[in-house]
């Protein structure tokens, strides 16, 4: 949507923000710092390094939780939907021992998870509770949204109503990226050789994963609205289209 979204986070605040600038500012506020740079090396100073111009900020994860974003996603409409951190804090903190140690450590609560929705203007549509620990989020086509848990891939109608439930390997380093076409892409990270793309046939109960292997024995793969791009150790960058693969 012409803008460049990033997460700044306050450690001792426990606050997340998440803030936008548009693209043609970080163009030309480099463009101008390049100016500089050569007017400066003509008189033998060092070259200015580039920089953030100012950004908007959108809406911030505070108040009862402990305000940690754990991932986040913007659709064209420019709604926003985000995995969170939320501290179910008690009255009064337990110091607690951990189990097989010596150790005792102090109990604020129970952690949990939600994915929550806001609309471009940032008022919230919706919260969802979720049974576990998520790890990643990817927004789909039709609307759908998948969220990355321990050990499977939920899927999401536009409502944050479950539609369909795909396990993945307990334990795998992995994540998910967006690719072109509404594609979304299960990445195992240790994989360097294959990512797997999450296909459905369009109705609950079809979602399935499909193997497409990279060029190389070796690289990484990284996803755009533009495709599916892959930098492997013979120094070329792939891009790959959502609907066929290749």
């Not at 793309?197 to 193997?211: N, Q, W």
Request: glycine letters at 12%.
């Amino acid at each position: 949507d012409g803008y460049v979204y990033y997460r700044l986070r306050n450690y001792e605040a426990k606050i997340d923000d998440l803030r936008r600038f548009p693209v043609d500012d970080i163009l030309s506020i480099n463009e101008e710092a390049s100016v500089e740079g050569d007017s400066s090396m003509e008189k033998g100073a060092s070259v200015q390094q580039p920089r953030l111009p100012s950004a908007e900020s959108l809406f911030s994860a505070a108040g009862g939780s402990r305000g940690y974003i754990s991932d986040y996603a913007v659709d064209e409409e420019g709604c926003f939907y985000y995995l969170m951190e939320k501290l179910n804090a008690r009255d009064v903190p337990v110091l607690r021992p951990v189990e097989g140690t010596d150790v005792y450590v102090m109990d604020y609560g129970d952690i949990s998870y939600v994915l929550v929705k806001r609309l471009a203007d940032g008022s919230e549509a919706y919260s969802v509770s979720l049974p576990g620990t998520p790890r990643s989020l990817a927004l789909g086509g039709e609307g759908w949204i998948y969220v990355l848990m321990e050990d499977c891939i939920f899927v999401l109608d536009d409502e944050g109503r479950a539609l369909d439930q795909l396990p993945v390997a307990e334990g795998e380093v992995a994540e998910l990226i967006e690719g072109e076409a509404g594609t979304v892409y299960y990445y195992e990270l240790n994989a360097h050789d294959a990512v797997q793309r999450i296909a459905t046939a369009g109705k609950p109960g079809s979602t399935c994963l499909e193997r497409l292997a990279g060029p190389c024995r070796s690289g990484y793969f990284s996803g755009s609205r533009q495709g599916l791009f892959y930098t492997g150790d013979d120094g070329t960058l792939y891009r790959y289209r959502g609907e066929s693969g290749s």
